[in-house]
T-cell receptor
């Protein structure tokens, strides 16, 4: 069964530091990955997508993909209390109608 | 910015009653998904539509759940009868094409009492 795994946390990071979130996946055929942010009681919000090996930067966020090692990570620089949320990692399953395979999420807490 | 519309935001219903959720995807998004999310878990796919056709409903409890997207635009998810274990967040999402990220609606928080 294809899986995406994340540490559930909580991950506690001081304000202003770099938060590092990781996810591993089992499906070697997956080509595209997404990071969603979900505040408590709200729906997931897409914050980053990554399709090729290497880094992709968008503002304070950097997504990293390593297909050989089958891991994806999200770095948040200059962490703010408003970054406190659950971060969901998802990968596209190429042989399941391009559905997303979801991790259970990592809860991130930014301490002022 | 275009949004996925969902209603209602909150629903409290008694066990054995019927309940329905509505979703209007972003204009032009052919693919529509219904998910269920239990607190502390990732979203669980219930049904995937491509236009008006069901692509995957393998995880939909068909004895009590039904979903339709008659004209390939908006969609309705129904539960009849509701059970206590159905209490969860029900999320609708749409995507413009395969391999693109999804945009979620605001969700419906269902509580069955």
């Amino acid at each position: 069964q294809k899986e995406v795994e994340q540490n559930s946390g909580p991950l506690s990071v001081p304000e202003g530091a770099i938060a590092s979130l990781n996810c591993t996946y089992s499906d070697r055929g997956s080509q595209s990955f997404f990071w969603y942010r979900q505040y408590s009681g709200k729906s997931p919000e897409l914050i980053m997508s990554i399709y090729s090996n290497g880094d992709k930067e968008d503002g304070r966020f950097t997504a990293q993909l390593n297909k050989a090692s089958q891991y994806v990570s999200l770095l948040i620089r200059d962490s703010q209390p408003s970054d406190s949320a659950t971060y969901l990692c998802a990968g596209v399953s190429m042989d399941s109608n391009y559905q997303l395979i979801w991790g259970a999420g990592t809860k991130l807490i930014i301490k002022p | 910015e275009a949004e996925v519309a969902q209603s209602p935001r909150y629903k409290i219903t008694e066990k054995s009653q019927a309940v329905a959720f509505w979703c209007d995807p972003i204009s032009g998004h052919a693919t529509l998904y219904w998910y269920r999310q239990i607190l502390g878990q990732g979203p669980e796919l219930l049904v995937q539509f491509q236009d008006e056709s069901v692509v995957d409903d393998s995880q939909l409890p068909k004895d009590r759940f039904s979903a339709e997207r008659l004209k390939g635009v908006d969609s309705t998810l129904k539960i009849q009868p509701a059970e206590l274990g159905d209490s969860a967040m029900y999320l609708c999402a749409s995507s413009r094409a395969a391999n693109y990220g999804y945009t979620f609606g605001s969700g419906t928080r269902l509580t069955v009492v």
